[in-house]
């Protein structure tokens, strides 16, 4: 139990330092905002994680997320404008719900397609500068488990990290940068979303692969998610890249007994 406990530790501390390692170089918003998900899906146990951030007028967008499923329940959450990620926003505080199934009474809507959607509890973690809220990390899972204390912590880290890479321009005020981020972040996002659909056409599979593939290509080859995905669109990528075998870049679970448990309030 000692060597998995140090095992993970480990695989904790040097998830941040390679992601920490990214701000210094040319990097893109959403591909690093989505490996900070991912990273928070197997590190915590838990099944999916996302980032929204908020645009100038002070409304949450949804930038990143470590799966399609996770995805609509996001889109679905600010849609509905009630849910673990708004609430964290607005309050500057950690959410948390461990049983969905009760918290019908909170957020009716958005529990109802979270449950629909195979997601039992779900928690939050605003992105914060010192009293400003940029944003929220949301964490869903398929249990209900709580997590740890020392893993809410690692979530914390994990949130300050992607508060950081939002605020990492340093040019112009602190607004513009926040701004000018958010800017470049929907724009990548919108490309990206087109790249799946140019997938989910020219190889017959679902979003959820498409994103997949999309991924594992941008790794693979080491280069930004959104430079694959224009190339995607402008038929730079040899279409049968995209009719390999199914991808594999997937976050898989492996926090302790895959406890399937985000933070606990």
């Known amino acids: 139990m000692a060597e998995v406990e140090l095992s993970r530790e480990s695989d904790i501390v040097r998830s941040l330092v390679e992601l920490?390692?990214?701000l210094t170089n040319d990097y893109d918003v959403v591909d690093l905002l989505?490996?900070?998900?991912d990273r928070c899906v197997s590190l915590l146990g838990i099944s999916a994680a996302g980032v929204m951030l908020a645009d100038p007028n002070g409304d949450l967008r949804l930038i990143a997320s470590s799966s399609e499923a996770m995805r609509i329940v996001e889109l679905f959450e600010l849609q509905a404008k009630e849910g673990p990620c708004l609430d964290a926003f607005r309050t500057g505080e950690r959410v948390a719900h461990e049983n969905l199934h009760a918290g019908t009474g909170r957020w009716p809507r958005f529990a109802t397609v979270a449950l629909e959607a195979g997601f039992q509890a779900a928690f939050a973690l605003p992105l914060r500068i010192r009293d400003t809220t940029?944003?929220?990390l949301n964490l869903f899972s398929d249990g209900q488990v709580p997590m740890a204390e020392a893993d809410v912590l690692v979530a914390r880290a994990f949130a300050d990290l992607a508060t950081m890479t939002v605020l990492q321009q340093r040019a112009g005020?602190?607004?513009q940068r926040i701004n000018e981020q958010l800017t470049q972040a929907l724009t990548s996002r919108i490309i990206?979303?087109?790249a799946k659909g140019v997938i989910f056409e020219r190889a017959g599979i679902d979003m959820a692969e498409s994103f997949a593939r999309l991924r594992a290509y941008s790794r693979h080859h080491n280069t930004r998610l959104t430079d694959v995905a224009r190339a995607t669109i402008d038929g730079s990528i040899d279409p049968h890249a995209w009719t390999a075998a199914p991808a594999t870049d997937r976050p898989?679970?492996?926090?302790p007994d895959?406890?399937?448990?985000?933070?606990?309030?």
């Open 20 to 22: 920490a390692d990214v």
């Open 252 to 255: 898989t679970p492996t926090g």
């Open 173 to 175: 005020s602190e607004t």
């Open 192 to 194: 990206i979303e087109q």
């Open 34 to 37: 989505t490996r900070v998900s």
């Open 134 to 136: 940029i944003g929220a």
């Open 258 to 265: 895959h406890r399937n448990s985000p933070p606990s309030s």
